[in-house]
């Protein structure tokens, strides 16, 4: 058996090394990553694990039974050179992290046993957009396509939206071994000067990065003095010229990427973690969220669709229009002058955490669909989007999206 995980970005040779000398993680789970799919590894023939855009080539094994390919190419410009590489490690077993519909086109083809675990969304608000879902879903319902997971239930709903079979849809997550046990809610600070953001994600225009840093602007044009720390990596020197511009240079600091527990504790330690993504970017469920809650830290967030149903405006975030900085500030300015609304968002993260777990896991869902016993099967057809487990969810979505009946 000769299992081959393709990933659009990321590093694993890095994270590997990373984390084999000093176990620092720089992004959620990624030691339950590495550390499952090393187990993985020493009951097949090979484990190979291919990330498309690295910023260098290089195809190493990491130890015995495990590889490491970094193509250094961009999947969707460079398709017959990624196919190639992957026609190279002659799988048995395909593992699809990414919506790449050549790869999916390939693994059909070639009739190899194959999954996609997807963390993405999906627009429908052109017809350029329809026309790529429509084309892509036909690939997913395609019987080679065993299994396709998602990061999320409305992530899994989208995948429904733009035609995906229900019947082979599973919600998954990864495991989150910091919980909100571990923080107390936080009471309101009284007469404070400054107010602490954090945002934690790409450094990009779709991620509304562009927009809180418009919002520190019009705040302190207020008079109301935030410091906003961006954690991250991306366009920071684009994003440095624009907080320049802007005048707020001693409001806005950019630390790039971080590691996971210091960015647990920066979350921990500020007033507000901003989730200001926009619509066109392809969100599933961010860390940034879990993460937010396990520390009690209140959330300001988009009205990203994907986000519907897990944050309530009032309840458990406040929420503004996506790409409205205006709208933006006027959040952080209502949160910061009530003390009741703040206390009672951090007072609501715990059912909140408790809310959007899952219980099929990353490593779960990968050893029962390899493991193809009958047990393991029945074990997948229980945990499908339509098997009702996921009810409860859709009673608690009151705001109408995603929340349709399966």
């Known amino acids: 058996m000769r299992l081959l995980i393709v990933q659009y970005g990321g590093d694993y040779r890095e994270a590997f090394q990373r984390l084999s000398k000093n176990g620092t993680e720089t992004y959620h789970s990624q030691k339950y990553v590495i550390n499952s799919i090393v187990e993985i590894s020493q009951q097949i023939e090979e484990a190979t694990l291919l990330c498309c855009q690295t910023k260098e080539s290089y195809n190493e094994v990491l130890q015995d039974g495990l590889r490491a390919i970094g193509a250094g190419l961009d999947p969707y410009k460079h398709k ?51 026309f790529k879902n429509y084309l892509l879903a036909r690939l997913l319902n395609n019987k080679q396509i065993e299994w396709i997971g998602n990061h999320g239930i409305n992530a899994c709903l989208s995948l429904q939206e733009i035609g995906v079979n229900p019947e082979k849809i599973i919600p998954y997550d990864w495991v989150h071994a910091i919980t909100p046990e571990y923080y107390s809610p936080k009471k309101f600070r009284q007469n404070v000067n400054t107010w602490n953001l954090v945002y934690v994600g790409a450094v990009a225009e779709v991620k509304g990065v562009g927009d809180v840093i418009e919002a520190v602007a019009k705040l302190k044009t207020r008079n109301i003095s935030v410091n906003l720390q961006v954690v991250g990596g991306g366009e920071i ?55 937010a809650f396990c520390v ?6 988009s009205n990203h669709p994907v986000f519907k149903g897990n944050l309530q405006d009032g309840i458990n975030a406040m929420i503004f229009p996506a790409g409205d900085s205006t709208a933006l500030a006027a959040s952080v300015e209502k949160l910061i002058s009530n003390p009741e609304i703040y206390e009672r968002l951090s007072e609501a993260s715990s059912k909140s955490w408790e809310q959007l777990q899952i219980p099929v896991k990353w490593a779960e869902f990968i050893n029962c669909w390899l493991h193809n016993s009958s047990n393991n099967q029945d074990w997948l057809f229980k945990h499908r989007l339509t098997s009702g487990m996921y009810n409860s969810w859709f009673s608690r979505d009151n705001q109408g999206y995603y929340s349709k009946p399966i």
Not at 296 to 301: E, F, L, Q, R, Y
């Open 80 to 130: 017959r050179e990624i196919l190639k590489l992957i026609e190279e490690q002659n799988p048995t077993h395909l593992l699809i992290h990414a919506p790449i519909p050549g790869i999916f086109n390939w693994a059909i083809q070639n009739k190899v046993r194959t999954i996609g675990l997807l963390a993405d969304s999906f627009l429908t608000t052109s017809f350029r957009q329809k």
């Open 237 to 291: 020197d684009y994003y440095t010229q624009r907080v320049r511009q802007l005048n707020i240079e001693d409001c806005v600091k950019f630390l790039g990427l971080m590691g996971n527990q210091t960015v647990m504790n920066l979350m921990r330690e500020a007033d507000i973690v901003v989730v200001p993504s926009r619509h066109e970017y392809p969100e599933a469920c961010p860390f940034t969220i879990y993460e």
């Open 296 to 301: 009690h830290t209140p959330i300001v967030a």
